[in-house]
Protein backbone atom coordinates (compact mmCIF):
# COMPACT_ATOMS: atom_id res chain seq x y z
CA UNK A 1 0.00 0.00 0.00
CA UNK A 2 0.82 3.51 -0.73
CA UNK A 3 -0.28 6.29 1.32
CA UNK A 4 0.12 10.15 1.37
CA UNK A 5 -0.07 12.70 4.80
CA UNK A 6 -1.50 16.04 4.07
CA UNK A 7 0.31 18.37 6.72
CA UNK A 8 3.52 17.53 7.96
CA UNK A 9 3.09 19.18 11.63
CA UNK A 10 3.99 17.22 14.83
CA UNK A 11 1.61 14.82 14.19
CA UNK A 12 1.86 14.32 10.16
CA UNK A 13 5.29 14.20 9.97
CA UNK A 14 5.35 11.98 13.15
CA UNK A 15 3.16 9.01 11.41
CA UNK A 16 4.93 9.77 8.00
CA UNK A 17 8.33 9.00 9.77
CA UNK A 18 7.07 5.91 11.81
CA UNK A 19 5.28 4.73 8.71
CA UNK A 20 8.20 5.06 6.03
CA UNK A 21 10.30 2.86 9.04
CA UNK A 22 7.78 0.45 8.74
CA UNK A 23 8.42 0.05 5.17
CA UNK A 24 5.17 1.78 3.99
CA UNK A 25 5.57 3.92 0.97
CA UNK A 26 5.17 7.40 2.25
CA UNK A 27 4.58 10.75 0.22
CA UNK A 28 4.86 13.60 3.35
CA UNK A 29 2.98 16.51 1.59
CA UNK A 30 4.20 19.76 2.96
CA UNK A 31 3.35 23.12 1.47
CA UNK A 32 5.69 25.29 3.96
CA UNK A 33 9.13 25.09 2.73
CA UNK A 34 10.11 26.18 5.64
CA UNK A 35 9.00 23.00 6.81
CA UNK A 36 9.73 21.17 3.79
CA UNK A 37 13.13 21.72 2.58
CA UNK A 38 14.57 21.01 6.48
CA UNK A 39 12.90 17.82 5.93
CA UNK A 40 14.46 16.99 2.76
CA UNK A 41 17.79 17.22 4.43
CA UNK A 42 16.39 15.00 6.80
CA UNK A 43 15.37 17.42 9.68
CA UNK A 44 11.95 18.03 11.78
CA UNK A 45 11.35 21.67 12.15
CA UNK A 46 10.78 20.84 15.96
CA UNK A 47 12.79 18.70 18.62
CA UNK A 48 10.87 15.49 19.47
CA UNK A 49 12.84 11.91 20.85
CA UNK A 50 13.32 9.67 18.10
CA UNK A 51 12.16 11.65 15.36
CA UNK A 52 15.12 12.88 13.04
CA UNK A 53 16.20 9.16 13.25
CA UNK A 54 12.97 7.70 11.71
CA UNK A 55 13.34 10.72 8.69
CA UNK A 56 16.56 9.56 7.77
CA UNK A 57 16.01 5.89 7.53
CA UNK A 58 12.74 6.69 5.82
CA UNK A 59 15.01 9.05 3.33
CA UNK A 60 18.00 6.11 3.36
CA UNK A 61 15.02 3.68 2.13
CA UNK A 62 13.50 5.90 -0.15
CA UNK A 63 10.13 5.07 1.48
CA UNK A 64 9.37 8.54 3.00
CA UNK A 65 8.99 10.97 0.07
CA UNK A 66 8.91 14.81 0.87
CA UNK A 67 6.91 16.82 -1.46
CA UNK A 68 4.89 19.67 -1.85
CA UNK A 69 2.72 18.17 -4.45
CA UNK A 70 -0.64 16.79 -4.08
CA UNK A 71 -0.66 15.97 -8.00
CA UNK A 72 2.99 13.80 -7.79
CA UNK A 73 1.45 12.05 -4.55
CA UNK A 74 -2.46 11.18 -4.50
CA UNK A 75 -2.95 9.65 -7.27
CA UNK A 76 -0.54 7.30 -6.62
CA UNK A 77 -1.47 6.42 -3.03
CA UNK A 78 -4.24 3.97 -2.12
CA UNK A 79 -4.60 5.95 1.54
CA UNK A 80 -4.51 9.74 1.87
CA UNK A 81 -4.06 11.21 5.44
CA UNK A 82 -5.35 14.36 6.23
CA UNK A 83 -3.62 15.80 9.01
CA UNK A 84 -3.24 19.64 8.38
CA UNK A 85 -3.52 21.64 11.53
CA UNK A 86 -6.48 23.64 12.50
CA UNK A 87 -5.57 26.44 14.36
CA UNK A 88 -8.52 28.46 16.04
CA UNK A 89 -10.23 32.05 15.27
CA UNK A 90 -10.32 35.00 17.28
CA UNK A 91 -13.44 33.98 19.28
CA UNK A 92 -12.23 30.45 19.75
CA UNK A 93 -14.26 28.48 16.92
CA UNK A 94 -11.70 26.13 14.86
CA UNK A 95 -10.78 27.34 11.88
CA UNK A 96 -11.14 24.77 9.12
CA UNK A 97 -10.04 26.54 6.34
CA UNK A 98 -6.84 24.15 6.27
CA UNK A 99 -9.41 21.00 6.31
CA UNK A 100 -11.73 22.35 3.88
CA UNK A 101 -9.05 23.44 1.36
CA UNK A 102 -7.09 19.97 1.70
CA UNK A 103 -10.14 17.90 0.96
CA UNK A 104 -10.63 20.11 -1.85
CA UNK A 105 -7.44 19.95 -3.21
CA UNK A 106 -7.23 15.88 -2.91
CA UNK A 107 -10.70 15.56 -4.27
CA UNK A 108 -9.18 16.69 -7.64
CA UNK A 109 -6.63 13.93 -7.69
CA UNK A 110 -8.89 11.02 -5.63
CA UNK A 111 -10.91 8.39 -7.38
CA UNK A 112 -13.97 6.11 -5.70
CA UNK A 113 -11.15 3.79 -4.94
CA UNK A 114 -9.11 5.92 -2.58
CA UNK A 115 -9.66 6.17 0.98
CA UNK A 116 -9.58 9.53 2.69
CA UNK A 117 -8.73 9.36 6.27
CA UNK A 118 -9.29 12.28 8.56
CA UNK A 119 -6.84 12.45 11.21
CA UNK A 120 -6.94 15.96 12.33
CA UNK A 121 -9.20 16.73 15.26
CA UNK A 122 -12.45 18.40 13.96
CA UNK A 123 -15.74 19.38 15.07
CA UNK A 124 -17.87 16.60 15.60
CA UNK A 125 -20.34 16.81 11.70
CA UNK A 126 -17.23 18.06 9.58
CA UNK A 127 -16.97 14.32 7.70
CA UNK A 128 -20.64 14.64 6.74
CA UNK A 129 -20.01 17.74 5.48
CA UNK A 130 -16.30 16.49 3.53
CA UNK A 131 -18.72 13.67 2.42
CA UNK A 132 -21.30 15.94 0.38
CA UNK A 133 -17.68 17.83 -1.12
CA UNK A 134 -16.27 14.26 -2.35
CA UNK A 135 -19.86 13.05 -3.62
CA UNK A 136 -20.65 16.49 -5.67
CA UNK A 137 -17.23 16.45 -6.97
CA UNK A 138 -15.96 12.86 -9.49
CA UNK A 139 -13.76 11.63 -6.64
CA UNK A 140 -16.22 10.59 -4.55
CA UNK A 141 -13.84 8.71 -2.31
CA UNK A 142 -14.14 6.86 0.73
CA UNK A 143 -14.46 9.26 3.73
CA UNK A 144 -13.30 7.68 7.21
CA UNK A 145 -11.74 9.16 10.24
CA UNK A 146 -9.07 7.69 12.58
CA UNK A 147 -8.41 10.57 15.20
CA UNK A 148 -4.85 10.83 16.86
CA UNK A 149 -4.23 10.74 20.44
CA UNK A 150 -0.41 11.03 20.26
CA UNK A 151 1.08 13.60 22.98
CA UNK A 152 4.30 15.67 22.12
CA UNK A 153 7.08 14.40 23.41
CA UNK A 154 5.69 11.14 23.86
CA UNK A 155 4.39 11.05 19.83
CA UNK A 156 6.87 8.54 18.54
CA UNK A 157 6.37 6.32 21.34
CA UNK A 158 2.84 6.93 21.46
CA UNK A 159 2.04 5.81 17.62
CA UNK A 160 3.92 2.92 18.38
CA UNK A 161 2.40 1.85 21.26
CA UNK A 162 -1.60 3.15 21.79
CA UNK A 163 -4.37 2.36 24.13
CA UNK A 164 -6.73 2.81 21.51
CA UNK A 165 -7.47 2.59 17.66
CA UNK A 166 -10.77 4.60 16.60
CA UNK A 167 -12.00 3.71 13.33
CA UNK A 168 -14.87 5.78 12.10
CA UNK A 169 -16.87 4.98 9.14
CA UNK A 170 -18.89 1.57 8.11
CA UNK A 171 -16.88 1.27 4.75
CA UNK A 172 -15.43 -2.09 5.01
CA UNK A 173 -12.28 -1.55 2.74
CA UNK A 174 -11.39 1.86 4.56
CA UNK A 175 -11.64 -0.41 7.56
CA UNK A 176 -9.28 -3.20 6.30
CA UNK A 177 -7.00 -0.18 5.12
CA UNK A 178 -6.48 1.39 7.95
CA UNK A 179 -6.35 -2.11 10.24
CA UNK A 180 -3.55 -3.15 7.67
CA UNK A 181 -1.11 -0.67 7.81
CA UNK A 182 -1.58 -0.31 11.36
CA UNK A 183 -0.76 -4.14 11.73
CA UNK A 184 2.15 -3.33 9.42
CA UNK A 185 3.34 -1.26 12.12
CA UNK A 186 2.60 -2.71 15.31
CA UNK A 187 4.60 -6.21 13.93
CA UNK A 188 7.73 -4.14 13.55
CA UNK A 189 7.21 -1.53 16.72
CA UNK A 190 9.89 -2.75 19.04
CA UNK A 191 12.51 -2.52 15.97
CA UNK A 192 11.44 0.44 15.30
CA UNK A 193 11.53 1.91 18.43
CA UNK A 194 14.94 0.44 19.04
CA UNK A 195 16.12 2.90 15.99
CA UNK A 196 14.61 6.10 17.53
CA UNK A 197 16.35 5.23 20.72
CA UNK A 198 12.68 4.56 22.88
CA UNK A 199 11.77 2.43 24.92
CA UNK A 200 8.85 -0.33 24.54
CA UNK A 201 5.50 -0.12 26.73
CA UNK A 202 2.89 -2.07 27.27
CA UNK A 203 -0.51 -0.58 25.89
CA UNK A 204 -3.95 -1.62 25.57
CA UNK A 205 -4.19 -1.90 21.30
CA UNK A 206 -7.86 -1.47 21.35
CA UNK A 207 -9.41 -0.85 18.15
CA UNK A 208 -13.16 0.97 18.63
CA UNK A 209 -15.73 0.80 15.52
CA UNK A 210 -17.77 3.57 15.67
CA UNK A 211 -19.30 6.11 13.17
CA UNK A 212 -17.52 8.99 11.75
CA UNK A 213 -19.51 11.62 14.18
CA UNK A 214 -18.82 8.90 17.02
CA UNK A 215 -15.23 8.68 16.11
CA UNK A 216 -14.94 12.66 15.73
CA UNK A 217 -16.28 13.27 19.46
CA UNK A 218 -14.26 11.02 20.85
CA UNK A 219 -11.01 12.60 20.02
CA UNK A 220 -12.72 16.35 21.34
CA UNK A 221 -14.22 14.96 24.43
CA UNK A 222 -11.07 12.70 25.28
CA UNK A 223 -9.02 16.11 25.10
CA UNK A 224 -11.54 18.08 26.85
CA UNK A 225 -12.07 15.78 30.00
CA UNK A 226 -8.08 15.54 30.16
CA UNK A 227 -8.20 19.55 30.35
CA UNK A 228 -11.09 19.31 32.70
CA UNK A 229 -9.34 17.03 35.18
CA UNK A 230 -6.16 19.79 34.87
CA UNK A 231 -8.38 22.42 35.73
CA UNK A 232 -9.94 20.87 38.77
CA UNK A 233 -6.55 19.85 40.16
CA UNK A 234 -5.78 23.55 39.52
CA UNK A 235 -8.86 24.30 41.56
CA UNK A 236 -8.08 22.46 44.08
CA UNK A 237 -4.60 23.70 44.17
CA UNK A 238 -6.26 27.05 45.02
CA UNK A 239 -7.70 25.65 47.71
CA UNK A 240 -4.86 23.97 49.01
CA UNK A 241 -2.77 27.50 48.71
CA UNK A 242 -5.76 29.07 51.04
CA UNK A 243 -6.16 26.33 53.17
CA UNK A 244 -2.12 25.09 53.76
CA UNK A 245 -2.99 21.46 52.35
CA UNK A 246 -0.53 20.34 49.49
CA UNK A 247 -1.80 19.81 46.47
CA UNK A 248 0.79 17.09 45.41
CA UNK A 249 -0.15 15.02 48.81
CA UNK A 250 -4.00 15.90 48.21
CA UNK A 251 -3.37 14.66 44.28
CA UNK A 252 -1.71 11.75 45.08
CA UNK A 253 -4.73 10.31 47.70
CA UNK A 254 -7.23 11.33 45.14
CA UNK A 255 -5.39 9.40 42.33
CA UNK A 256 -4.64 6.19 43.96
CA UNK A 257 -8.83 5.56 43.59
CA UNK A 258 -8.86 3.77 40.18
CA UNK A 259 -12.39 5.08 39.54
CA UNK A 260 -10.25 8.61 39.43
CA UNK A 261 -6.85 7.80 37.99
CA UNK A 262 -3.54 10.19 39.23
CA UNK A 263 -2.87 10.93 35.23
CA UNK A 264 -3.01 14.51 34.21
CA UNK A 265 -3.95 15.52 37.97
CA UNK A 266 -0.55 17.26 37.97
CA UNK A 267 -1.82 20.77 39.52
CA UNK A 268 0.80 23.83 38.12
CA UNK A 269 0.83 26.62 35.79
CA UNK A 270 -1.91 24.77 33.36
CA UNK A 271 -2.39 23.54 30.15
CA UNK A 272 -0.93 24.98 26.77
CA UNK A 273 0.30 23.65 23.61
CA UNK A 274 -1.51 23.22 19.97
CA UNK A 275 -4.06 20.85 21.31
CA UNK A 276 -5.66 21.71 25.15
CA UNK A 277 -6.65 25.19 24.65
CA UNK A 278 -7.61 24.89 21.06
CA UNK A 279 -9.61 21.62 21.29
CA UNK A 280 -11.48 22.74 24.71
CA UNK A 281 -12.72 26.11 22.88
CA UNK A 282 -13.24 24.24 19.84
CA UNK A 283 -15.77 22.09 21.59
CA UNK A 284 -17.43 25.00 23.55
CA UNK A 285 -18.16 26.23 20.09
CA UNK A 286 -19.11 22.94 18.27
CA UNK A 287 -21.64 22.50 21.15
CA UNK A 288 -23.55 26.25 20.99
CA UNK A 289 -23.44 25.34 17.02
CA UNK A 290 -25.50 22.37 18.47
CA UNK A 291 -27.78 24.39 20.90
CA UNK A 292 -25.93 22.70 23.75
CA UNK A 293 -24.57 24.74 27.03
CA UNK A 294 -20.93 23.58 27.52
CA UNK A 295 -20.50 25.47 30.47
CA UNK A 296 -18.43 22.88 32.42
CA UNK A 297 -15.54 23.43 29.87
CA UNK A 298 -16.25 27.48 29.89
CA UNK A 299 -15.13 27.08 33.83
CA UNK A 300 -12.57 24.92 32.98
CA UNK A 301 -11.19 27.10 30.48
CA UNK A 302 -11.79 30.27 32.60
CA UNK A 303 -9.65 28.42 35.41
CA UNK A 304 -6.73 27.73 32.76
CA UNK A 305 -6.26 30.86 31.68
CA UNK A 306 -6.16 32.11 35.29
CA UNK A 307 -3.19 30.55 36.19
CA UNK A 308 -0.44 32.67 34.49
CA UNK A 309 -1.93 35.63 36.46
CA UNK A 310 -2.69 33.53 39.82
CA UNK A 311 0.97 32.75 39.54
CA UNK A 312 2.87 35.98 39.02
CA UNK A 313 0.62 37.54 41.62
CA UNK A 314 1.81 34.76 44.41
CA UNK A 315 5.38 35.48 43.51
CA UNK A 316 4.19 39.48 43.97
CA UNK A 317 3.19 38.26 47.13
CA UNK A 318 6.11 36.44 48.59
CA UNK A 319 8.23 39.03 47.14
CA UNK A 320 7.09 41.86 48.38
CA UNK A 321 6.07 43.49 44.77
CA UNK A 322 7.51 43.13 41.57
CA UNK A 323 8.44 46.22 39.99
CA UNK A 324 12.63 46.11 40.15
CA UNK A 325 12.81 42.11 40.92
CA UNK A 326 14.98 39.94 38.76
CA UNK A 327 12.71 37.07 37.83
CA UNK A 328 14.28 33.92 35.99
CA UNK A 329 11.88 32.03 34.07
CA UNK A 330 12.75 28.80 33.21
CA UNK A 331 11.29 26.25 30.86
CA UNK A 332 9.52 27.84 27.64
CA UNK A 333 8.07 24.65 25.48
CA UNK A 334 4.56 24.17 26.62
CA UNK A 335 5.67 21.11 28.04
CA UNK A 336 8.96 19.22 28.68
CA UNK A 337 10.08 17.09 25.79
CA UNK A 338 9.02 19.28 22.68
CA UNK A 339 10.11 22.88 21.33
CA UNK A 340 7.16 23.57 20.77
CA UNK A 341 5.60 26.88 22.56
CA UNK A 342 1.73 27.56 21.20
CA UNK A 343 0.05 28.51 23.76
CA UNK A 344 3.46 28.10 26.12
CA UNK A 345 2.41 28.83 30.17
CA UNK A 346 6.19 30.01 30.66
CA UNK A 347 6.18 32.79 28.02
CA UNK A 348 2.80 33.70 29.11
CA UNK A 349 4.29 33.93 32.99
CA UNK A 350 7.17 35.68 31.56
CA UNK A 351 5.35 38.50 29.56
CA UNK A 352 3.37 38.90 32.81
CA UNK A 353 6.46 39.91 34.98
CA UNK A 354 7.73 41.80 32.67
CA UNK A 355 4.14 44.37 32.07
CA UNK A 356 4.94 44.20 35.96
CA UNK A 357 8.05 45.95 35.87
CA UNK A 358 10.19 42.80 36.68
CA UNK A 359 13.83 42.63 34.76
CA UNK A 360 13.05 38.93 33.63
CA UNK A 361 15.34 36.44 32.39
CA UNK A 362 14.45 33.22 30.68
CA UNK A 363 16.10 29.87 29.27
CA UNK A 364 14.91 26.75 27.92
CA UNK A 365 17.10 24.02 26.81
CA UNK A 366 15.66 23.73 23.19
CA UNK A 367 12.50 26.35 22.92
CA UNK A 368 14.85 29.60 23.10
CA UNK A 369 14.70 30.47 19.25
CA UNK A 370 10.61 29.37 18.69
CA UNK A 371 9.91 31.68 22.28
CA UNK A 372 11.76 34.59 20.62
CA UNK A 373 8.57 35.32 18.29
CA UNK A 374 6.66 35.56 21.73
CA UNK A 375 8.36 36.99 24.41
CA UNK A 376 8.02 41.02 24.78
CA UNK A 377 11.10 42.74 23.54
CA UNK A 378 12.76 43.72 27.11
CA UNK A 379 12.67 39.96 28.12
CA UNK A 380 16.89 38.82 28.32
CA UNK A 381 17.36 35.23 26.67
CA UNK A 382 19.96 33.41 28.44
CA UNK A 383 22.12 30.20 27.18
CA UNK A 384 21.63 28.57 30.52
CA UNK A 385 19.50 27.83 33.65
CA UNK A 386 22.59 29.55 35.57
CA UNK A 387 22.80 32.48 33.29
CA UNK A 388 19.27 33.14 33.57
CA UNK A 389 19.17 33.01 37.12
CA UNK A 390 22.69 35.11 37.33
CA UNK A 391 21.62 37.56 40.24
CA UNK A 392 17.73 36.84 40.16
CA UNK A 393 15.55 37.34 43.35
CA UNK A 394 13.57 34.52 42.44
CA UNK A 395 13.64 31.83 39.83
CA UNK A 396 10.54 30.08 38.24
CA UNK A 397 10.40 26.68 37.00
CA UNK A 398 7.73 27.15 34.50
CA UNK A 399 8.37 23.65 32.51
CA UNK A 400 9.81 21.09 34.38
CA UNK A 401 12.01 19.73 31.97
CA UNK A 402 14.97 16.78 33.04
CA UNK A 403 17.88 19.34 33.17
CA UNK A 404 16.30 22.04 35.98
CA UNK A 405 14.88 18.84 38.14
CA UNK A 406 18.77 17.92 37.98
CA UNK A 407 20.07 21.61 38.86
CA UNK A 408 23.13 21.96 41.29
CA UNK A 409 21.00 23.68 43.50
CA UNK A 410 24.02 24.56 45.89
CA UNK A 411 25.56 26.34 42.61
CA UNK A 412 22.28 28.21 41.92
CA UNK A 413 21.81 29.64 45.21
CA UNK A 414 24.94 30.96 44.77
CA UNK A 415 24.41 32.90 41.14
CA UNK A 416 21.13 33.74 42.66
CA UNK A 417 20.48 36.85 45.11
CA UNK A 418 17.55 35.78 46.41
CA UNK A 419 16.56 32.36 47.06
CA UNK A 420 12.66 31.97 46.02
CA UNK A 421 12.19 29.02 43.88
CA UNK A 422 8.52 29.15 42.83
CA UNK A 423 8.04 25.73 41.12
CA UNK A 424 4.92 26.61 38.60
CA UNK A 425 5.07 22.89 37.30
CA UNK A 426 4.96 20.87 40.65
CA UNK A 427 8.03 18.78 39.50
CA UNK A 428 11.17 19.38 42.35
CA UNK A 429 11.49 17.59 45.34
CA UNK A 430 10.03 20.28 47.79
CA UNK A 431 12.41 18.77 50.80
CA UNK A 432 15.67 18.65 48.95
CA UNK A 433 15.25 22.53 47.42
CA UNK A 434 14.49 23.99 50.99
CA UNK A 435 17.38 21.87 52.32
CA UNK A 436 19.55 23.77 50.37
CA UNK A 437 18.34 26.74 52.25
CA UNK A 438 15.70 28.03 49.06
CA UNK A 439 12.07 29.36 50.37
CA UNK A 440 10.25 27.06 47.90
CA UNK A 441 6.69 27.79 46.99
CA UNK A 442 4.30 26.08 44.04
CA UNK A 443 1.15 26.22 42.89
CA UNK A 444 -1.00 24.32 45.94
CA UNK A 445 2.52 24.05 48.24
CA UNK A 446 2.91 27.54 49.89
CA UNK A 447 2.56 26.18 53.25
C1 LIG B 1 -2.73 16.19 24.03
C2 LIG B 1 -3.30 14.82 24.40
O1 LIG B 1 -2.68 14.35 25.60
C3 LIG B 1 -3.07 13.79 23.27
O2 LIG B 1 -3.69 12.56 23.61
C4 LIG B 1 -3.69 14.35 22.00
O3 LIG B 1 -3.50 13.47 20.89
C5 LIG B 1 -3.04 15.68 21.68
O4 LIG B 1 -3.29 16.60 22.78
C6 LIG B 1 -3.63 16.22 20.40
O5 LIG B 1 -4.83 16.50 20.37
O6 LIG B 1 -2.93 16.29 19.38
P1 LIG B 1 -0.32 17.32 24.09
O7 LIG B 1 -1.06 18.60 24.06
O8 LIG B 1 0.77 17.11 23.10
O9 LIG B 1 -1.32 16.08 23.91
O10 LIG B 1 0.36 17.14 25.52
P2 LIG B 1 -0.18 16.72 26.98
O11 LIG B 1 0.79 15.81 27.57
O12 LIG B 1 -1.58 16.28 26.94
O13 LIG B 1 -0.07 18.10 27.78
C7 LIG B 1 -0.90 19.22 27.49
C8 LIG B 1 -0.68 20.31 28.52
O14 LIG B 1 -1.23 19.93 29.78
C9 LIG B 1 0.79 20.64 28.79
O15 LIG B 1 0.95 22.04 28.91
C10 LIG B 1 1.07 19.96 30.12
O16 LIG B 1 2.12 20.55 30.83
C11 LIG B 1 -0.26 20.12 30.81
N1 LIG B 1 -0.52 19.16 31.88
C12 LIG B 1 -0.59 17.83 31.61
C13 LIG B 1 -0.74 19.61 33.16
O17 LIG B 1 -0.69 20.84 33.45
N2 LIG B 1 -1.02 18.70 34.16
C14 LIG B 1 -1.09 17.36 33.90
O18 LIG B 1 -1.37 16.60 34.85
C15 LIG B 1 -0.87 16.92 32.60
Known amino acids: MTVTFLGCGYLGLTYAAVFAAAGIKTYAVELNPDRLNPLKQGKAFFFEEGLEELISVGLKNGKLIPTDSYKDSIPNSDVVFSSVGTPDNPDG ?10 ANEA ?5 PKTIFVQKSTVPVGTGSKIITLFDDNDSKAIYMSSPEFLAESTS ?11 IGGTDKKGTDAILKLHETVDNQRDQIAKIAGIKPVKRLDERVFVSIKSAELIKAAANS ?8 ANSIAKLADASGADIVEVMDGVGIDQRIGRAFLNAGRGYGGGCFPKDVS ?7 DYG ?3 SIMEAAQELNESMPGYIANRIKQILGGL ?8 GLSFKAGTSDVRQSPGIKIANLLDIAGSSVSVYDPHANGEAKKDLRSGIKIGQSALEAADDAN ?11 RDLDFSQLKQTMLGTLIYDADNALDKDQVKKEGFVFSAPGRSA
Open 156 to 166: VRDVLYYDRLV
Open 292 to 294: VDL
Open 93 to 102: SPNLDYIYAA
Open 107 to 111: AKYMS
Open 282 to 288: GLIHSAS
Open 323 to 330: KGKKIAVL
Open 225 to 232: FLALKISF
Open 394 to 404: AVIIATAWPEF
